[in-house]
């Protein structure tokens, strides 16, 4: 205990450098946890289930996918072969297809606040296949259910998460047309804003009735001067289904990939995880950088800065290091007693640095605004609190090991023929 008090009171003598050293540790150690935060849930999303996991089928060699829409209705069943076979329970399949339009393209601009990215599906399904929303509390969960239902009832009806409603500068109950883009050149959607995801993982998601759209596609082509419209007979993006077990998810898939209905054109079925891991591989080169080269260089830094500080002290106080010795220090303590000090020094940074990043991250800002593919904003995991500890500890040993290899070497004689 006495050597801990001695500790303490150490890094206590010279207060401004133990500062400066702690806000240069909260500094890195915080941006190491936005960094871990980000692979750490993109891990955790291309993670294999063995249980309640979701499978995709899409079009097998077309990205992105085109399905005929008639496809949709065995794909959600699991392609049984007889009444025998397992049948998909049909509050756990969604068939969806993806409209993307934006605001103002009769002005000819195109900026991110004008594009709109719909999800056309059957709003039922909405509750039990999006991730996450059967977590949610229970005000917001009841408020979700009652904008899906509106989006039931109402035909051309959306539902816009937060910040893409902000950004459209819109309401719920006002009205816009979104103009369609790319493949979905010449459908032009008029939509009625009917509610709004919870604040999160969906802020710039919409969702749509799939028949609103399929109305369109198809009245498309009763226009004169129109020819059907391209997508008319492949408007089917992906099916997802949600299954028990991986031994639910063998039979299934085999089902599906060898029905005869599914052979024009052919399609793959896979988990979420795998379809996930193979989209974010488009990512792949950002993705290795943030694990493989950023992550190990802001390391290396804090070990460096660490060392600097340790360096600076040591040498400051050789001859109080060489009067402990004098006392009956031994050079194991006087090792101890520098490495002490900066991990003490890089155990409460971290700490520090950890919960100030977990509150001003996910309380202030609501998340880590950082979209790669699907995903808006990443939240920071209590597991950050340990994380930064850890960091500011294992950097701090790591870097002040050489200094106080060095305090542990000092020469009681050398030192006070200097003095002298």
């Known amino acids: 205990m006495k050597?801990?008090?001695?500790?303490?009171?150490?890094?206590?003598?010279?207060?401004?450098?133990?500062?400066?050293?702690?806000?240069?540790?909260?500094?890195?150690?915080?941006?190491?946890?936005?960094?871990?935060?980000?692979?750490?849930?993109?891990?955790?999303?291309?993670?294999?289930?063995?249980?309640?996991?979701?499978?995709?089928?899409?079009?097998?060699?077309?990205?992105?996918?085109?399905?005929?829409?008639?496809?949709?209705?065995?794909?959600?069943?699991?392609?049984p072969r007889n009444e025998e076979d397992y049948h998909v329970p049909p509050e756990h399949s969604?068939?969806?297809?993806?409209?993307?339009?934006?605001?103002?393209a009769e002005l000819k601009k195109q900026t991110r606040e004008s594009i709109v990215f719909v999800i056309a599906t059957e709003p039922c399904k909405v509750l039990t296949m999006f991730d996450e929303l059967d977590d949610l509390p229970p005000e917001q969960a009841?408020?979700?259910?009652?904008?899906?239902?509106?989006?039931?009832?109402?035909?051309?009806?959306?539902?816009?998460?937060?910040?893409?409603?902000?950004?459209?500068?819109?309401?719920?109950?006002?009205?816009?047309t979104a103009y369609g883009l790319g493949e979905y050149q010449g459908i032009d959607l008029e939509f009625e804003i009917v509610g709004t995801f919870p604040d999160g993982r969906y802020n710039n998601t919409s969702i749509a009735?799939?028949?609103?759209?399929?109305?369109?596609?198809?009245?498309?082509?009763?226009?004169?001067?129109?020819?059907?419209?391209?997508?008319?007979?492949?408007?089917?993006?992906?099916?997802?289904?949600?299954?028990?077990?991986?031994?639910?998810?063998?039979?299934v898939a085999g089902q599906i990939t060898s029905s005869p209905s599914f052979r024009n054109p052919p399609v793959k079925c896979e988990t979420a995880s795998s379809g996930m891991t193979a989209f974010l591989s488009i990512f792949g080169d950002l993705l290795w950088g943030m694990r493989w080269i950023l992550s190990p260089a802001i390391l290396v830094t804090l070990s460096l800065v660490i060392a600097n500080a340790i360096s600076i002290s040591v040498r400051e106080r050789r001859t109080e290091l060489a009067v402990l010795k004098v006392l009956g220090f031994r050079p194991g303590h006087l090792l101890l007693l520098v490495l002490g000090e900066a991990v003490l020094i890089g155990a409460v940074a971290g700490l520090a640095?950890?919960?100030?990043?977990?509150?001003?991250?996910?309380?202030?800002?609501?998340?880590?605004?950082?979209?790669?593919?699907?995903?808006?904003?990443?939240?920071?995991p209590v597991a950050a609190l340990w994380w930064g500890t850890g960091i500011g500890s294992l950097t701090a040993l790591?870097?002040?090991?050489?200094?106080?290899?060095?305090?542990?070497?000092?020469?009681?004689?050398?030192?006070?023929?200097?003095?002298?």
Request: some cysteine.
């Open 3 to 79: 050597f801990l008090l001695l500790i303490v009171k150490n890094v206590r003598r010279n207060l401004l450098r133990s500062l400066l050293t702690a806000m240069g540790t909260m500094v890195l150690v915080s941006v190491v946890i936005l960094v871990w935060s980000i692979l750490a849930f993109l891990d955790q999303v291309t993670q294999e289930k063995t249980s309640d996991f979701k499978v995709i089928v899409t079009e097998r060699w077309r990205l992105p996918s085109r399905m005929p829409f008639g496809y949709a209705v065995d794909l959600c069943a699991g392609a």
């Open 353 to 380: 640095s950890a919960l100030l990043t977990y509150g001003v991250i996910n309380w202030g800002f609501g998340g880590l605004k950082f979209p790669i593919a699907f995903f808006e904003s990443f939240q920071i």
């Open 142 to 176: 009841d408020a979700l259910a009652r904008a899906v239902d509106d989006l039931e009832s109402t035909r051309n009806g959306i539902v816009v998460g937060l910040e893409r409603l902000a950004a459209m500068d819109k309401r719920i109950g006002e009205r816009f």
């Open 94 to 104: 969604a068939t969806w297809q993806f409209y993307v339009g934006t605001l103002n």
């Open 398 to 420: 790591a870097g002040s090991f050489i200094p106080a290899w060095g305090a542990r070497g000092v020469k009681v004689a050398e030192v006070f023929a200097k003095v002298g």
């Open 209 to 251: 009735n799939r028949e609103y759209l399929m109305e369109a596609l198809d009245a498309y082509g009763r226009v004169a001067g129109h020819s059907k419209h391209p997508l008319a007979d492949k408007s089917l993006n992906l099916v997802w289904l949600k299954l028990p077990d991986t031994a639910t998810y063998n039979q």
